[in-house]
């Protein structure tokens, strides 16, 4: 049973540019959470999605945009690329819609991104 | 708002012997989850141990066990006979219970190093 995937693994963008990146779920799960990790730093929450829409956001600028597909993968999208923006991306899945279920969120190995 | 804080950024402690990580917290809910997430250098972030808030039994997990006071926000980890793998970053984080709110919150991490 597949866990989490994320790609690409690392990534290096120059500042303005647009970048892609994305995520598979574990076996089962329906529902993906973006994060993102500074240097040093806990992980920020960027935005969930759930049956293909867009959840709940963090404090994160428009710039910042995803995408989740039907069968469940989703991409997140920055747009105009800041040195601020360099980071880990996580990606976690759940079971979505069952917020007393327990079901912890899993992580996948993210996508270090560098922009120079 | 839902805020974690982590006032160790590192701990050290000998093998075999037990450390103690702290954690508080801070939400307006009465009805949340706490986690202890690990994440070694090889960036995935894997689950520690949960607690349920409703639940006043502290939670374990084999070595790991945490000390959940309500009432003070505060939510440590200890680690008992402590091994070389255990050396990781350590980040605790709050999510709410209420459905379609599984936005996790993280505090900024201790990094605990195990000394043979």
């Known amino acids: 049973d597949a866990g989490v995937t994320q790609s690409p693994t690392h990534l290096i963008k120059t500042r303005g540019q647009q970048v892609t990146l994305r995520c598979s779920p574990k076996?089962?799960?329906?529902?993906v959470s973006w994060y993102q990790q500074a240097l040093g730093q806990g992980p920020q929450f960027i935005f969930q999605?759930?049956?293909?829409?867009?959840?709940q956001r963090g404090n994160f600028p428009d710039r910042f945009s995803g995408h989740q597909f039907p069968n469940y993968s989703s991409e997140l999208n920055v747009n105009a690329l800041l040195l601020g923006d360099s980071a880990l991306y996580l990606c976690a899945s759940s079971l979505g819609g069952c917020g007393r279920c327990g079901d912890e969120q899993y992580f996948g190995p993210g996508t270090r991104l560098t922009v120079t | 708002a839902q805020t974690v804080t982590q006032s160790q950024p590192e701990m050290s402690v000998q093998e075999a012997e037990t450390v103690t990580l702290s954690c508080t917290y801070d939400?307006?809910?009465?009805?949340?989850?706490l986690f202890w997430y690990k994440q070694p250098p090889s960036r995935q972030m894997i689950l520690v141990i949960r607690?349920?808030?409703?639940?006043?039994q502290n939670a374990t997990e084999n070595r790991f066990s945490v000390n959940f006071q309500k009432a003070a926000k505060s939510f440590s980890l200890k680690i008992s006979d402590s091994q070389l793998g255990d050396a990781a970053m350590y980040f605790c984080?709050?999510?709410?219970?209420?459905?379609?709110?599984?936005?996790?919150?993280f505090g900024k991490g201790t990094k605990l190093t195990v000394n043979p």
């Open positions: 607690q349920e808030a409703y639940k006043q």
């Open positions: 076996s089962g799960h329906d529902t």
């Open positions: 939400t307006s809910e009465s009805d949340y989850y």
């Open positions: 984080a709050s999510r709410l219970t209420q459905g379609g709110s599984e936005k996790l919150v």
């Open positions: 999605y759930y049956e293909e829409e867009e959840r």
